[in-house]
């Protein structure tokens, strides 16, 4: 039987779009309990492939949910989590495998804390608000104020718990990205002989650089709550302090997705304390950002949605994540006079600025 008009056919087309935006965050969902049952790290146990057995037999599941972990497996295998290996004869258990995506999610340096902080409920309990949040003038509170009471650098301080869930997330991803960028980049930091990581965090990215190019002495800079959870032994120097009030001087300045989350005349005042920092640019003085460029690197659907989506995320603190054009303009007023923009880092970009 067939349709009798194309135009029912189209609805139906339309319907099956609308359910698929609807039904999206079901795939964040399922990614998280993963995350929480550590269902990768069962996987990764057995050699990268496990039965469901192996995988029940090591995750935390009560066992009446096994024909729901089947289910969730499926949509983990849709979503490109995992995939499924039949069984040769026809007759065995069915195999889950690691993908290149679950395997950034296991071992000892893994991309899972960051996943788990996107995912945190006090991270996504927001975007319930986002409705009522563009009702309101702008531009403050940001909708991470409204929904919990203070900004987010308040609410770590004032949560240890989670302010250490969002460490830990921060670290994940500056190991990943840092190792590809030293060693793909390394040029990078040719020639320079001291770094500072601005609002670094607990310095993963400062660590990193430190570790490539041991000459090249790092510091970084941070909130006094965040410093005191830096460790002690290491060949970095924390320090603490407030970007906007000043920032000590180093050759380069190391910004990586700190201007993000800010508006454009905080930033400004982020750029011209960095260009105080350092020295000209004869001298080797720069500014090195790693965060994103909309609009950059490839013209690929999935890297162009990832792109939007991040922006939109990080709305919710109030930061944004400029196209080139945006960016120019906060590195021009600031008082600087040259920019390269370098898109190989994924979704992100390094971006060189020149006093
Ligand atoms: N650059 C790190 C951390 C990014 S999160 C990384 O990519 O892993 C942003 C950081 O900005 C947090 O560590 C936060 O504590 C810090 N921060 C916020 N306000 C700051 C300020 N006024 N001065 C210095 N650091 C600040």
Known sequence: MELTTNTNQAL??????????????IKSMALKSALDIRIADAIHHHGGGATLS???ARVTLHPSKIPCLRRLMRVLIVTGVFSLQNPNDGAGEHVYELTPVSHLLVGSSNLTPFSSLVLHSIFVSPFFGLGAWFQQEQPEPSLFEMTHGQTAWDFTDHNPTFGAIFNEGMIADSS????IVTKEFGDIFLGISSLIDVAGGLGGAAQAIAKAFPHVKCSVLDLPHVIDEAPTITNVKYIAGDMFDSIPPANVVFLKWVLHDW?????????????????????GGKIVILDMV???GSPNLKHKETQVLFDLFIMFVN???RDEQEWKNIIFEAGFSDYKIIPVLGVRSIIEVYP
């Open 12 to 25: 139906l087309d339309a319907q099956l779009e609308l359910w698929h935006t609807t039904f999206a965050y």
């Open 176 to 179: 990943f990205i840092m190792d």
């Open 294 to 296: 909309v609009g950059a």
């Open 319 to 321: 930061g944004v994540e």
């Open 263 to 283: 508006g454009d005349a905080e930033c400004i005042k982020i750029l011209k304390n960095c260009k105080k920092a350092i020295p000209p640019r004869d001298a």
């Open 54 to 56: 192996q995988i029940v």
